[in-house]
């Protein structure tokens, strides 16, 4: 597998070239730059899941204590601003799973074994 990692450049999301002063153009794109110090990470695994039939495969949401569930909203809201996941309305659904990690702390998971 191969992975790629590569600064996240918010000056490819904002325009600058209406700036004709080259000087003040060159500043405005390293002040964009330094403003989301990110780092992505992309690979160049294509995953699939084959369903069964057509019928969709909906399952409630499991419950969460509230710490918990403050865990799965930061890390939602933060993969949200990084564009890593969208809003979806869809008749499928499937629950989060939170598996504790070595460290202490939580990785999000989807329990997808209903679909297949």
Same mark, same amino acid.
């Given at each position: ?5 590569? $600064?996240? #450049? =918010? $000056?490819? $999301? =904002? $325009? /600058?070239?209406? !700036?004709?002063?080259? %000087?003040? #153009?060159?500043?405005? +794109?390293?002040? =964009?730059?330094?403003? @989301? ?7 160049? !695994?294509?995953? #699939? =899941? @084959?369903?069964?039939?057509? !019928?969709? *495969?909906?399952?409630?949401?499991? #419950? ?7 865990? !799965? ?10 564009? @890593? /996941?969208?809003? +979806?309305? +869809?008749?499928?659904? +499937?629950? @989060?799973?939170? *598996? ?6 939580? %990785?999000?998971? *989807? ?6």
């Amino acid at each position: 597998m191969h992975t790629q990692v590569y $600064e996240a #450049r =918010i $000056e490819d $999301e =904002i $325009e /600058v070239k209406h !700036v004709t002063n080259p %000087r003040i #153009r060159k500043e405005l +794109s390293e002040l =964009i730059n330094n403003y @989301i110090p990110k780092k992505t990470e992309t690979t160049n !695994v294509s995953m #699939r =899941i @084959i369903l069964k039939d057509d !019928v969709p *495969v909906y399952q409630p949401a499991r #419950r969460l204590s509230f710490p918990e569930n403050q865990a !799965v909203n930061k890390q939602i809201d933060e993969w949200l601003d990084q564009g @890593i /996941v969208r809003q +979806s309305s +869809s008749e499928y659904a +499937s629950p @989060i799973v939170l *598996v504790k990690k070595k460290d202490g702390t939580a %990785r999000l998971c *989807v329990d997808y074994r209903k679909l297949n």
